[in-house]
């Protein structure tokens, strides 16, 4: 397991300001057919099918925003659903906005000022959107045919969009997108971008289509090295042809941390999709030959996505839909959210393989990918719309726990809570526990007086040792008791938080 390896302008016509009514939220979920104790129960965040793609983000104080294509629960078209339970509901946010449409790209940046920034296009332009303000800026290209925006450690924004047109440009800024700087023109004939800024030494890396085949999809795709030199500046390095233009691939992504890049596409047509990957331990000056990062024999592997999470261990999370191509419906033995990760140092050993999804994906033409949100520290959550008898909805999982006994000889003989570990801490700490049979396992967090302040576990889990890394960032200085339930048994434990 993970942490055993060790774990518009104002919008002309669109008005902005909608109370959105609340939504309903379901119960009863499903066990995880992974059977593991590294993701918990699926969490339902909309009780609808998007219209279209799907982007989040995580702010520092840990609340969750994910911004939807949605024209059913509300009388919007663009809606951002909300947690600060770390998933467990989800409401939605006051302001959104009304053109009940499709926007076909969106991504979401949260900065240092707390203000959480949505990017979407509409038509051939881009929009930057505070979702806090609900201040609304156009960008000035009114020819645009993809974008990607990232931000550095400086807070500092970077957008580089692909015009209809075939241009790739960049641009900078040091006030949050409100106006640019360190324009430039990076390639005169390319097709689709997506970038990163890696978290640990603000190199900017971009993967796009050297734009030189008929069909898009079997162009060759380049890797581009930025570095930031000043706040809103970035300076050009190295350019790196990855592929040829002879395969047919679909998507591209990148990522990058501890001089470690992972470069990863998809190859194939339907029916033989599989996801390779190609990696960098010297910060992009050579990469790996290609190796297959996803992909086997019947199925098609494919809507990938890719985050960093960790602090001093970064790990590459990664999932992706595996497709078993069955004829009929789907289920989930067919259709499967899957998750693996690899770690900083040895990029192309991947660990945890997981079925993240209770609730099977699907194939759309409405684009709408599962995505990774990074919630801090080394946990990751992740978005999806799953189906079952009722209809497609979008749902939400997340890494909880580390399974530290994983076989028949270990399991244990009897139900055991164990003190944390360090105690007093500020503001993590473990926490171990041990299932002699399987069950439903409760553990609360509770205050001086007796009130509930966080649920950490509430899932059914098999006989194991199990650790559960509690982050009490957002409680204040004193003393708290967790308690644990599982078949009769009942715990409690306290421990001491010192900031």
Known sequence: MRKVFITLLVMLFVPLFLYSQELQVGTGLQPN???????????????????????????????????????????????????????????????????RINFPRLKMLAMSNDSVLCWFTYGTQVYRWNIMTNAMKAFDSLNVNDFDVVKSSTNSVYLWITTESGGLRRWGSTDFGMTWQNTGYVASLSKNVRMNMSVTSDTLFAVYRGYLNPVPERSMLRVAKYRETAPGTIGSISFTTMTDSLAFRNEFDVIAANSNVWFYYTEGYSGAIDIKCMTSTDNGVTYSAPFLAAGN?????YYFNIGISGTTTKYCDFIYYSDSLQSGGATNLTDKLMYKYAVAGTPQTFYGLSQISQYYPNWSTRNYKPIIIEVGGADVGTAWVGGSGAGRKVYWNR??????????????????????????????????????????????????LGREV?????????????????????????VYFYKMEVNGFSDVKRMSVIK
């Open 454 to 478: 966080s649920t950490l576990v509430s899932q059914e889990m098999n006989p194991g040792n199990y650790n559960y890394k509690f982050d009490a960032k957002n409680l204040s200085s004193g």
């Open 33 to 99: 057919p992974s059977g593991g104790g590294d993701w918990g129960a699926n969490a339902l965040i909309l009780n609808f099918e998007p219209i279209g793609p799907m982007a989040g983000v995580s702010t520092p104080n840990g609340t969750i925003y994910i911004a939807i294509n949605d024209t059913l629960s509300t009388t919007s078209g663009l809606i951002i659903r909300k947690s600060t339970d770390q998933g467990n509901t989800w409401t939605t946010h006051p302001n959104s906005i009304t053109n």
């Open 297 to 301: 024999p019947n199925t098609d592997e």
């Open 399 to 448: 890494f909880l726990l580390t399974k530290t006994g994983n076989n028949e000889s270990q399991t244990p003989a009897s139900y055991k809570l164990s003190q944390n570990y360090p105690n007093p801490f500020n503001p993590t700490t473990n926490i171990n526990f041990s299932i002699s049979k399987a069950g439903l396992v409760s553990i609360k967090v509770f205050d001086i």
